[in-house]
C-alpha cells in the first residue's frame, strides 16, 4: 500500500530536507524512525518539496509504499515515537498507488515571517527574518505583482538550482503586517532553489525605499542572478505545503498554522 505523512518541523538544526552523508537532514530522521517503527530495513521516502538547511515546514507531505499495515493514528504516534522533539508527523492517509507526493501537487505554497525592529530577534530568533529600517507595503505590494504569471524567473534562481526550467508560474503573493511582523505569502505551481529568499531580498530593497518599485520589472527581465538582490535569511521562511486534488482527501493546514503569526 503507499501512505502518505504530513509532517511539520523545525528546519534550524538540519541541513534542509533531503538526505546527505551528514545524516543532518529531517528525510534522514523520518526515514531512520519509519524503519525503527516498522522494523524493516531500507524505508524511503519521497517529498512534495525539498526545503533549505534553516527553512521550516508546517504541511509537508511525503508518501512511501509498505506491506505493513497500520491504522492512521498508528502511524502518526509510533513514527513520532522515534522522531526527535522538533520534526513530528501530524496527518497519516492512505493513498492510491496513482499518488504522488511532489508529481500530484497542483501547486505548493510558502510563507516568510519577517520582524521589523531596531533590535533583532530574541525569542524567536530562527523562526523570523529580521528587517531593521520601516518598509512600505504599498511599494512592495506593487513590486510584487510584477512577478504574478508564468515568467522565467532566472534572476531569482540558485547558481545550484537543479530545476529542468527556470520558468515558472506565480499564482499569488499576498503581504501583510500584524504588529511589529510582516507576513508574505507565495503560491506558484512550483519554485527554483532559493527563488523565495532571493525575491524576499528584492522586496526589501523596495520596501526600504533602496529600489523603486519598478526596479523588479527589470530584475524579472534581466534574467540574471546578478541582477537582483543578495539572498536573503532562511530562518523566517516556511513550507506551508502542497497542495492537491480533493479527491485525494489529505489535510492542507496543521495546528501550526494557528501559530504562525
Not at 532553489?193 to 525575491?199: D, S, T
Not at 505545503?241 to 493546514?253: H, K, N
Request: glycine share 8%.
Amino acid at each position: 500500500m503507499r501512505i502518505a505523512l504530513g509532517l511539520s518541523y523545525h528546519g534550524g538544526r538540519y541541513d534542509g530536507w533531503q538526505s546527505q552523508p551528514s545524516g543532518r537532514t529531517v528525510q534522514d530522521h523520518l526515514e531512520a524512525a519509519l524503519t525503527r517503527f516498522l522494523s524493516v530495513p531500507g524505508v524511503s521516502t519521497l517529498c512534495a518539496g525539498r526545503t533549505d538547511a534553516g527553512v521550516h515546514g508546517l504541511n509537508q507531505v511525503v508518501h512511501f509504499d509498505t506491506a505493513v499495515s497500520r491504522p492512521e493514528n498508528a502511524w502518526v504516534r509510533g513514527t513520532n515515537s522515534f522522531l526527535p522533539p522538533d520534526i513530528a508527523v501530524q496527518w497519516a492517509r492512505e493513498v492510491p498507488g496513482s499518488f504522488h507526493a511532489r508529481a500530484s501537487a497542483r501547486s505548493r505554497r510558502y510563507a516568510y515571517v519577517l520582524l521589523e525592529s531596531p533590535v533583532r530577534p530574541s525569542v524567536d530568533s530562527g523562526q523570523v527574518g529580521w528587517v531593521f529600517r520601516p518598509l512600505a507595503i504599498e511599494p512592495m505590494q506593487v513590486a510584487a505583482q510584477a512577478l504574478i504569471g508564468e515568467h522565467d524567473f532566472s534572476s531569482f534562481r540558485a547558481a545550484q538550482c537543479q530545476a529542468h526550467t527556470p520558468v515558472k508560474q506565480m499564482l499569488s503573493i499576498d503581504i501583510t503586517r500584524r504588529g511589529a511582523y510582516w507576513r508574505f505569502e507565495f503560491r506558484a505551481n512550483a519554485f527554483l532553489h532559493h527563488m523565495i529568499r532571493n525575491i524576499m531580498g528584492c522586496l526589501l530593497y523596495v520596501g526600504t525605499g533602496a529600489r523603486p518599485a519598478g526596479w523588479m520589472t527589470e530584475v524579472l527581465a534581466a534574467r540574471s542572478r546578478d541582477a537582483a538582490a543578495p539572498t536573503f535569511s532562511p530562518d523566517g521562511l516556511y513550507f506551508l505545503g502542497p497542495v492537491y486534488d480533493s479527491g485525494f482527501g489529505l489535510p492542507e493546514r496543521t495546528p501550526a498554522f494557528d501559530w504562525l503569526p
